[in-house]
């Protein structure tokens, strides 16, 4: 038995991957022990683990494959460093039901996609193993044909690959990354619970493809891929496989019974492949409703539940009420969607009670889903102070939590590793740079009011025309346009102290000057200032306010190769001064074109963050309104007429259970028009979406008031413009998306004109503005150039042909 001992950095050992991607410890606080051999039969499990690396080295080799710049080779050995680090880390913090093929160059939905061989065909695919070229393809797009659409994960800021799925698709084993990464951690040492999403999830995760009605029955289609899933189950066992994970996450939605029973179909259908495994159904993100869970429990070939028991509370009473004897309990009992440490004394009793209920020998402590959507590692965090640093845990500390948590069950506990977490627990609860008076007082005075402007949409737009002076179909952009490497730089030096404030601001001016010039030459009619001075549209703003903390490496895969860096929210939120106004008004004094002040908006800064959880989530976004209503107010005072409030996120935060949303919808559109509530009549209020299904909400979307909505339409299908055909109507401006800005694709003007004349085929012209889907930071202006000027020119063909037939 080989017992290792090391000094901890904070909370519990740190094991984070250098640049060589060999793991190595770091340490602070407290002495803890690490066992490297005996812990490892310990009921300790991690649904999932970040794949990016801890400094995001899985991004810089994608970027730099797609590029030209590495082969597929290179591509692969970087790959194949960070996965057998992941698995080394967890191994050596003593997990004993480690994963393999949570890892995934792009997105784990996409990789199911590979697997089953369920592609368009428009990307000429003739069978075979399935390649970086039709897989990045799929993802991507190319200069030929357009990716697949790309939507939220549930309630995350992740984003998944849309299946696309018809009738005559043939399903063929072509991809078997599943068993090849599964052999690969064996050959290591490793042995491991292979991941794969789940059929029945896959397909309800899905889409017709298109020609295909939107009634076409998805769950038909199960018995056609189930023998694809068989073959992949006979190569693991082969392989020598033990246990299986498949994710079932959308357990946690309001399934009807037909749906339901499709589990019920699946796995009975599995049941003689799956034989000799022990087999795990993992679920997260919220509770598990009575009749899933019902269903869920009773499935012969399940020997393991998985179940979030931290979004998902009520689902203890419903294992406390009737959890099947001799199965294993994966209990989510670690936070894997947050960075608080882990309160462990509280998590403790719940897992005693727990182990009460099913027994010793099969309750095995996990976290509440996968690790992907937090931080990597607190190691590489240097700039925190060590109170704050106290309060946090990334995925690597949340590894030492679980097997802290199964350690004390096993009688183990390392009682000054506890101690350390409950002074940490009451440090947080009693730190005065939590609280704020005067913000929460100013918060308790909005209750009574539902902040609306003091005109309805129709007059407004009529003042705001009389005095902006637009063409029909006025053309504009999301807010940012490229960072370019040069850009990138001068901040890095300017945080970095190498450079002066002056020479920062200089350098910033002068590529607002060119953003600015750009669009006049393309003859754009309302524009933007293009953010040269943004690092991130959320974490900008969170700089700038009270209450929020930052990171240096604390980045998370939003898709593929980008990464977010959300920002901590800790404590009550205030603006202690303009944040915006200066670069605004300097915009502005450039062209005589309207210039629009952009902000973002307290949901989507909320959904953005890494929020503190010891508050309610609307009353800190009630806070982050107040705060960006100052800023509106500011911008208006300077004689910024148009002013964008971004809310990319709020679609994304709606709760999974219907019976939850209602209250959500209510607080989060009363946030937005808190924002802008006092404003006058000729002031514009723009506001803008991205990536999520809004026809389920379209109904709080116009209850936003805005004055004109930008929205994700063109990657979609146009799925945005069925709502108005099923005759919703909808009076203020709107832009639904006319390309999409996340695929290097070029549109033709041809192209952009097909998409205006469909929208005018259910919007008024009179409403409709023309854009991109998105933001352009992550694009290059060998891109954004021609594009822009080809939307443009479609926005006046489309002018003339209306002018011609009045």
């Known amino acids: 038995m080989n017992k290792v001992c090391v000094s901890s950095s904070f909370f519990g050992s740190t094991l984070s991957l250098s640049s060589t991607f060999k793991p190595h410890f770091s340490f602070s606080f407290l002495r803890l022990t690490v066992y490297t051999r005996c812990v490892r039969t310990m009921a300790s499990h991690i649904v999932g683990y970040p794949r990016i690396g801890p400094n995001r080295e899985l991004k810089f080799a994608l970027e730099s494959f797609w590029d030209g710049k590495i082969n597929a080779d290179e591509l692969e050995k970087v790959a194949s460093s960070l996965r057998t680090s992941i698995w080394k880390e967890m191994a050596d913090a003593g997990i004993k039901y480690i994963p393999s093929n949570t890892f995934s160059y792009y997105d784990q939905v996409l990789d199911t996609t590979a697997m089953i061989g369920a592609v368009p065909p428009r990307y000429g695919w003739n069978g075979g193993e399935i390649g970086f070229d039709v897989y990045f393809s799929m993802a991507r797009g190319n200069a030929i044909v357009p990716p697949m659409e790309m939507t939220k994960w549930f309630d995350t800021n992740y984003h998944y690959i849309v299946p696309e799925l018809g009738p005559n698709m043939k399903f063929t084993y072509s991809s078997h990354k599943v068993v090849d990464e599964y052999k690969e951690a064996k050959s290591l040492g490793f042995d491991t619970i292979p991941v794969i999403v789940g059929p029945v999830s896959y397909l309800l995760l899905s889409k017709p493809a298109k020609g295909i009605k939107k009634t076409f029955p998805l769950l038909s289609l199960l018995e056609k891929i189930l023998p694809v899933y068989k073959e992949v189950i006979s190569e693991l066992k082969a392989a020598g496989a033990s246990w299986i994970q498949f ?4 357990l946690v939605m ?20 799956l034989s000799g495994l022990n087999v795990l159904i993992e679920t997260y993100f919220a509770d598990v409703p009575v009749e899933a869970f019902r269903t869920l429990t009773s499935l012969k070939a399940v020997d393991a539940f998985g179940f979030d028991l931290v979004r998902g509370r009520r689902t203890l009473d419903l294992i406390k009420s009737g959890f099947p004897s001799g199965k294993y309990l994966f209990a989510g009992i670690v936070d894997g969607r947050n960075i608080w440490a882990n309160d462990l004394a509280s998590s403790f009793s719940t897992l005693q009670a727990l182990e009460d209920i099913v027994g010793k020998e099969k309750l095995v402590v996990s976290t509440s889903c996968s690790l992907l959507h937090t931080a990597v590692d607190l190691v590489n965090e240097t700039k925190l102070d060590a109170e704050l640093k106290s309060w946090l845990a990334f995925a690597a500390q949340k590894i030492v939590e679980v097997n802290a948590l199964a350690k004390g069950l096993s009688g183990q506990k390392d009682e000054a590793f506890f101690q350390a977490n409950a002074a940490a627990q009451a440090s947080r609860k009693s730190s005065p740079r939590v609280t704020n008076e005067a913000v929460q007082k100013a918060v308790d005075t909005l209750r009574g009011s539902d902040h609306r402007r003091a ?12 005095k902006l002076n637009l063409p029909l179909l006025p053309t504009t952009t999301i807010g940012s346009f490229p960072q370019t490497m040069d850009l990138r730089r001068v901040r890095r030096e300017y945080k970095a102290n190498k450079i002066s404030e002056e020479e920062y601001v200089k350098a910033v001016k002068e590529e607002i000057s060119k953003v600015v010039q750009l669009q006049e030459e393309l003859d754009i009619d309302v524009l933007v200032h293009g953010e040269a001075e943004r690092n991130d549209m959320v974490e900008y703003f969170g700089e700038q306010l009270s209450g929020f903390a930052f990171t240096v490496n604390g980045w998370v895969q939003s898709y593929g190769s980008r990464c977010v860096k959300p920002p901590i929210i800790y404590g009550d939120v205030s603006r202690p001064k303009p944040m915006t106004v200066s670069w605004s008004t300097l915009a502005q004094s450039m062209t005589t074109h309207p210039m629009k002040g952009m902000l973002t908006g307290p949901v989507t800064i909320l959904n953005w ?22 800023e509106v107010e500011d911008l208006e005072k300077a004689g910024i007429t148009v002013i964008q409030i971004d809310e990319a996120a709020l679609r994304e935060g709606l709760p999974l259970r219907k019976s939850e949303q209602p209250f959500y919808l209510d607080w989060a559109v009363h946030s937005f028009r808190i924002t802008n509530c006092g404003v ?22 116009i209850n936003m008031d805005a004055d004109v909505i930008t929205i994700e339409n063109s990657r979609s299908d146009e799925k945005l413009l069925s709502v108005f055909r099923e005759g919703v109507k909808y009076g203020a401006g709107i832009g639904p998306g006319v390309y999409d800005i996340h695929s290097p694709r070029i549109p033709s003007t041809e192209e952009v004109v097909d998409r205006i004349t469909k929208m005018l085929a259910v919007l008024e012209s009179r409403v409709l503005w023309v854009n991109p889907d998105c933001g352009l930071k992550t694009r290059k202006y060998a891109e954004v150039n021609p594009a822009l000027r080809n939307m443009v020119a479609a926005a006046k063909a489309v002018r003339s042909q209306l002018a011609s037939t009045k």
Do not use: G, W
């Open 247 to 250: 994710d079932e996450p959308k």
């Open 254 to 273: 309001d399934l009807d019974a037909h749906e339901l029973h499709a589990y019920t179909l699946a796995y009975s259908e599995l049941e003689s492949s």
């Open 455 to 466: 005109t309805n949409v129709n007059t407004r737009l009529e003042a705001q025309q009389k």
């Open 609 to 630: 963050s890494f929020v503190r959880n010891d508050l309610p989530r609307f009353e800190t976004c009630f806070q982050i309104a107040l705060a960006i209503k100052d």
């Open 680 to 701: 006058l009549d000729t002031t514009q209020i723009h506001t803008h979406m991205c990536y999520s299904n809004f026809n389920d909400i379209i109904h709080s979307i």
